[in-house]
């Protein structure tokens, strides 16, 4: 008896806390920029599943999305920025690593490299309007498949378009912070994120490739049908 009511209570907990969490939502979407960022950001966590108008996406799904990218960039920004983690006794035997007057500032390369790269794609994110439906019927009846099997439980079609914003919004928000780290080039703080900020963007950068690699791939083989 004691468990079934444990339980009951649970479940009432969360559907008390979830208008709440629901309005919370609401009421930062409403927020110049922090709100668009954070709806592209919960569509992409919810695979473009539709419940990402309304509510945040459970945290499992964010960790489950973000955390093999993260362990990967804070790994390369550890690399990247040596001079701040280890003493220069230590550095000093590396010869691998580049001085601290001649390494280069993540900034800089920011700044350099991803213009280029946000006008690509957002020139391939505009493709995406010209698929074919026929592609994108396909893609609407194996989610929907997908979840009937049980094997997927958030998702649709939207997410094609999620999974292109996405990284967009990473790339335009890493030129902020390449401005930012050319304005204080003393701070570590300010380096730190850049670095972080440089290699997540280069990890979004390939998952455009792979969208645009599984896209190309299916539209190539209904050309066979």
Not at 35 to 50: P, Q, S, T
Not at 133 to 153: F, V
Request: a neutral charge; hydrophobic letters at 50%.
């Amino acid at each position: 008896m004691k468990s079934s009511k444990s339980e009951q209570n649970s479940i009432e907990n969360t559907n008390a806390s979830s208008p709440y969490r629901s309005c919370l939502y609401s009421l930062i979407l409403k927020i110049p920029v922090l709100g668009e960022i954070l709806r592209i950001a919960n569509a992409y966590v919810y695979d473009g599943d539709l419940a990402s108008d309304t509510e945040f996406a459970p945290l499992s799904l964010w960790i489950r999305k973000h955390y093999k990218n993260f362990l990967i960039v804070i790994t390369l920004t550890v690399i990247s920025a040596p001079h701040i983690w280890f003493s220069s006794s230590i550095i000093q035997h590396l010869s691998a690593i580049s001085s601290v007057d001649h390494r280069p500032m993540p900034g800089d390369l920011i700044i350099n490299i991803f213009p280029s790269v946000l006008g690509f794609g957002i020139g391939v994110y505009a493709l995406i309007f010209g698929l074919s439906s026929i592609l994108i019927k396909r893609l609407h009846e194996s989610l929907d498949a997908g979840k009937k099997n049980g094997k997927a439980k958030t998702g649709s079609v939207l997410m094609l378009n999620a999974d292109m914003a996405y990284p967009l919004l990473v790339l335009t928000l890493s030129l902020g912070i390449g401005v930012l780290q050319q304005i204080f080039p003393n701070s570590q703080v300010f380096e730190l994120v850049a670095w972080f900020a440089l290699w997540y963007s280069m990890l979004m950068v390939i998952e455009i490739l792979t969208v645009l690699f599984g896209l190309g791939e299916n539209e190539l083989l209904n050309k066979l049908d």
